[in-house]
C-alpha cells in the first residue's frame, strides 16, 4: 500500500480495519521496527506521508510538526533559530542496524531521550499535544499548543512509550528550548564505577544543570584507564567557566576537559554498542543504586549514562530472567532493545508486569484500541 499522507485517510483505513477485525502494523521510517515483539505478517499502515513543519513559533517556543517529519529536519530547522528539543531524541538507526530514516513520531513513541533529559527531562515533558485516530477510527486530539494548560486528562504523556500501540499519531507540538552557545566535557579518568558514579551524583545534586553525566569503562573508553566520569556543561561563555571553576570546587582539580567532538550523543543514541556484537539492553534504576548493578550484572561491555539512571550492557538474551531480576531488586526495568526476532518474541520488550499494573495497562489500551487493531502484541 502506497504511503498515507492524510488524517483522512487514516481514519477510513482504521475504520475497514475494524469493520474485519483485522490487526495491522504502524510503520513511518521504519528506523524501530525491530524493537519489541515481532509483527508477523501483518498488513501495514504506512504513514510515512505525514511529514513537514506545520506551526513554528520561536518567540514562543514551540513547534508542530506531522509525525513522520524525519528528526534531521526538525534538529537543523530549530539550530537555525538557535533552539533545540529538550529531550535531545536519540535516532537508534546504528544501533539496530536500518537503513532507515529517524522520525519525530518514532523517537516519541520509544521514549528515546538522549543527555538533555538530564536538564529538560524525557520526551513526555515536551510533548505539550497531538492529533491522532483511535481504535474506533475517530480523529481525536489532546493536550495543547500552548505551554500553560492545565486541564483535562494528560493524555500526551500516555501515547510516549507507547511504541504506537494507543493510537496512529498525526500531529504533534512541542515545547522547545535555547540552544546554548557554547558547551564543555570534563573527564574524571581512571577512576572505579563506584567513584566516578558518586561524582556523577554530586554534579546532578549541584546547581550547575549538566547537560550530560555519563561514566564509561576503560573496555569501552580506552586510553582513560579502569574508567571515566564525563561530564557535560553548557551555557554562554562567561556563564559556563564558572560553571567549570564550580565543577572543579565539587570535585577537585584532578578533571580533564576533553577537546574535540562532543561524546554524548553517541552515549545517548547507543552508538558505543553499534560494532558490539550480541543482544543490548538498556537498565532503567536509580542512579544510586548504579553501582551495585552494574557490578552484579557483571557484562562485558557497558556503560552508565544519565548519572546512572540508564545503564546501557551488551549481555545475551538467554539471561533475561537474571538481568530482569537485578533490575527489579533496583526497582528498575530491563529493555531488550536489540535481539534476534526469536529472542524478542521469547523474552519480550519488558519483563511481565504486575497482576495490577497489567490489568491497569489493559484497560487504558482497551480505552483507546478495544479490538487490539494497533500494533498487536508489540508490548
Known amino acids: 500500500m502506497s504511503a498515507i499522507s492524510t488524517q483522512s485517510e487514516i481514519v477510513e483505513f482504521v475504520r475497514a480495519a475494524r469493520a474485519d477485525r483485522s490487526p495491522f502494523e504502524i510503520v513511518a521510517g521504519g528506523t524501530r521496527r525491530s524493537v519489541g515483539r515481532p509483527l508477523g505478517e501483518l498488513p501495514q499502515l504506512d504513514v510515512s506521508g505525514l511529514t513537514g513543519i506545520l506551526k513554528y513559533e520561536p518567540e514562543e517556543l514551540i513547534i508542530t510538526a506531522a509525525p513522520s517529519t524525519p528528526l534531521a529536519e526538525i534538529v537543523a530547522t530549530l539550530a537555525a533559530r538557535n533552539q533545540r528539543l529538550g529531550f535531545d531524541p536519540a535516532d537508534w538507526s546504528q544501533l539496530l542496524g536500518s537503513n532507515?530514516?529517524?522520525?519525530?513520531a518514532g523517537s516519541l513513541?520509544?521514549?528515546?531521550?538522549?543527555?538533555?533529559?538530564?536538564?529538560?527531562?524525557?520526551?513526555?515533558?515536551?510533548?505539550?499535544?497531538?492529533?491522532?485516530?483511535?481504535?474506533?477510527?475517530?480523529?481525536?486530539?489532546?493536550?495543547?499548543?500552548?505551554?500553560?494548560n492545565v486541564t483535562g486528562f494528560d493524555l500526551p504523556k500516555l501515547v510516549c512509550g507507547a511504541f504506537g500501540t494507543l493510537c496512529v499519531l498525526t500531529e504533534v507540538t512541542f515545547r522547545v528550548y535555547p540552544r546554548p552557545s557554547h558547551f564543555a566535557v570534563l573527564a574524571l579518568q581512571d577512576v572505579t564505577?563506584?567513584?566516578?558514579?558518586?561524582?556523577?551524583?554530586?554534579?546532578?545534586?549541584?546547581?550547575l544543570e549538566p547537560a550530560g553525566l555519563a561514566y564509561l569503562p576503560g573496555n569501552i573508553a580506552p586510553g582513560m584507564g579502569q574508567g571515566s566520569a564525563l561530564i557535560r556543561l553548557e551555557g554562554a561563555s562567561k556563564p559556563l567557566e564558572?560553571?567549570?571553576?564550580?565543577a572543579h570546587g565539587l570535585l577537585g582539580n584532578a578533571m580533564?576537559?576533553?577537546?574535540?567532538?562532543?561524546?554524548?550523543?553517541?552515549?545517548?543514541?547507543?552508538?558505543?554498542?553499534?560494532?558490539?556484537?550480541?543482544?543490548?539492553?538498556?537498565?532503567?534504576?536509580?542512579?544510586?543504586?548504579?553501582?551495585?548493578?552494574?557490578?552484579?550484572?557483571?557484562?562485558?561491555?557497558?556503560?552508565?549514562?544519565?548519572?546512572?539512571?540508564?545503564?546501557?550492557?551488551?549481555a545475551p538474551s538467554s539471561d533475561a530472567a537474571r538481568i530482569r531480576k537485578i533490575a527489579a531488586s533496583a526497582q528498575g526495568q530491563a529493555m531488550?532493545?536489540?535481539?534476534?526476532?526469536?529472542?524478542?518474541?521469547?523474552?519480550?520488550?519488558?519483563?511481565?508486569?504486575?497482576?495490577?499494573l497489567a490489568a491497569l495497562n489493559r484497560s487504558v489500551k482497551a480505552a483507546f484500541d478495544p479490538l487490539s487493531l494497533f500494533n498487536p502484541g508489540r508490548l
Do not use: C
Not at 552515549?267 to 532503567?284: H, L, T, Y
Open 336 to 356: 531488550l532493545l536489540r535481539a534476534s526476532a526469536q529472542s524478542r518474541a521469547a523474552h519480550g520488550l519488558y519483563a511481565p508486569q504486575p497482576a495490577a
Open 242 to 246: 564558572e560553571k567549570i571553576a564550580l
Open 109 to 148: 513513541s520509544s521514549d528515546a531521550s538522549g543527555s538533555g533529559r538530564l536538564r529538560h527531562g524525557p520526551a513526555r515533558d515536551s510533548l505539550l499535544g497531538f492529533h491522532g485516530v483511535n481504535g474506533q477510527g475517530a480523529a481525536f486530539r489532546a493536550g495543547s499548543k500552548v505551554v500553560k
Open 256 to 314: 580533564t576537559r576533553l577537546d574535540g567532538e562532543d561524546p554524548f550523543p553517541a552515549i545517548g543514541s547507543g552508538e558505543k554498542f553499534a560494532r558490539v556484537p550480541g543482544d543490548i539492553w538498556r537498565v532503567m534504576i536509580a542512579p544510586s543504586d548504579a553501582p551495585r548493578v552494574a557490578r552484579e550484572l557483571n557484562a562485558q561491555a557497558w556503560l552508565g549514562d544519565l548519572a546512572g539512571g540508564l545503564l546501557w550492557l551488551a
Open 193 to 207: 564505577p563506584e567513584t566516578g558514579f558518586a561524582a556523577l551524583r554530586k554534579i546532578a545534586q549541584s546547581a
Open 100 to 104: 532507515g530514516v529517524a522520525t519525530l
